[in-house]
């Protein structure tokens, strides 16, 4: 277990519990044996293991002492309003309950992600240097890779693939799938983030990765039966998205988002348990699709 899988563990932990006790905490420490070795987490390693989380993650381990020693985080909303910190504490939390219970490994599904191990890590690399990378990218439709230099400007998971978003050789801002990487290599050369670069801006109007369309974004007012408004109350299409409406039988929810071909993708998965109620271009779009979709099967 490597350090980062420690330090996780703890923050979880008291996160979990609000506020705990150093012997609760090494006697969950000592029971998760996979961990621990049945070892208990001693005082000075706690210690030692709450200024590394600080200085790693600015998170700041506080003790209560009135009414017992207890120990909890005082800056939550450090983590909670960091989505990139928030989602790796949460993914490793998972790592770890999954490591914990390896022998439930047979009822356990997850995902694979085809390009996460691949070239993820170069491209990281190459980001906090800011170097250029030579890919070699092979496009779907093509039976053969092209090789040319990328300035990456940012990562984002979507749709359990990792994708790349870089300039390129032809003055092109472009996003690349990594699992369409053939080749990955770091050079000398480096270059100028530009100032105003910001990855959540730039893609905040879009639904997943597709860019460059000159698609606008604009208002999109779109209906949930009764059956589906919950699921779309608990895990909204897009940051933007909030309810108009509850009727009851239905529910009205908008969002601002530029309407590519992927956002029109996700709405026809839901099939006649969301309606699009405008603007009216998206209705004509949908609409054309369901009749290319119908005569297919028709």
């Known amino acids: 277990m490597n350090q980062l899988q420690k330090?996780?563990?703890?923050?979880d932990t008291i996160r979990?519990?609000?506020k705990i006790s150093h012997k609760d905490l090494s006697d969950k420490w000592e029971r998760n044996k996979d961990l621990s070795d049945c070892r208990p987490l001693h005082r000075a390693t706690f210690n030692r293991?709450?200024?590394?989380i600080?200085?790693?993650?600015?998170?700041?381990?506080?003790?209560?002492k009135v009414g017992g020693y207890l120990y909890y985080i005082a800056n939550p909303e450090d983590i909670d309003e960091d989505k990139l910190k928030k989602w790796m504490l949460d993914s490793f939390a998972v790592g770890n309950l999954i490591g914990e219970n390896l022998s439930l490994k047979g009822r356990i599904i997850v995902d694979e992600i085809p390009s996460g191990r691949d070239h993820l890590t170069t491209i990281l690399e190459a980001m906090k240097e800011n170097r250029v990378v030579n890919i070699t990218y092979r496009p779907f439709n093509k039976s053969h890779g092209y090789t040319f230099p990328i300035e990456p400007y940012c990562v984002k998971l979507f749709e359990n693939r990792w994708y790349v978003l870089a300039h390129n050789n032809r003055d092109e801002v472009k996003i690349y799938g990594l699992d369409r990487l053939e080749d990955v290599k770091v050079t000398e050369d480096t270059y100028k983030?530009?100032?105003?670069?910001d990855a959540d801006s730039f893609f905040s109007t879009a639904y997943?990765?597709?860019i460059g369309y000159n698609i606008k974004p604009e208002r999109i007012v779109i209906r949930?039966?009764?059956?589906?408004?919950?699921?779309?109350?608990?895990?909204p299409l897009h940051f933007s998205q909030r309810m108009i409406e509850d009727c009851g039988e239905y529910a009205d929810f908008e969002l601002y988002l530029s309407p590519t071909y992927d956002f029109v993708?996700?709405?026809?998965?839901?099939?006649?348990?969301?309606?699009?109620?405008?603007?009216?271009?998206?209705?004509?779009t949908m609409k054309s699709w369901i009749s290319e979709m119908y005569d297919l099967y028709k």
């Not at 330090?7 to 923050?11: A, H, K, N, V």
């Not at 293991?49 to 590394?52: E, L």
């Not at 998965?269 to 209705?283: A, F, H």
């Open 7 to 11: 330090y996780t563990w703890l923050i």
């Open 49 to 52: 293991w709450r200024d590394a």
């Open 265 to 284: 993708m996700k709405l026809l998965q839901y099939g006649s348990m969301i309606e699009v109620i405008s603007p009216e271009s998206l209705r004509k």
């Open 54 to 64: 600080f200085e790693q993650f600015s998170i700041i381990i506080d003790c209560q």
């Open 208 to 210: 997943g990765v597709v």
């Open 224 to 235: 949930a039966n009764e059956n589906h408004k919950h699921y779309l109350k608990s895990l």
């Open 193 to 197: 983030l530009p100032k105003d670069f």
């Open 16 to 18: 979990r519990a609000g």
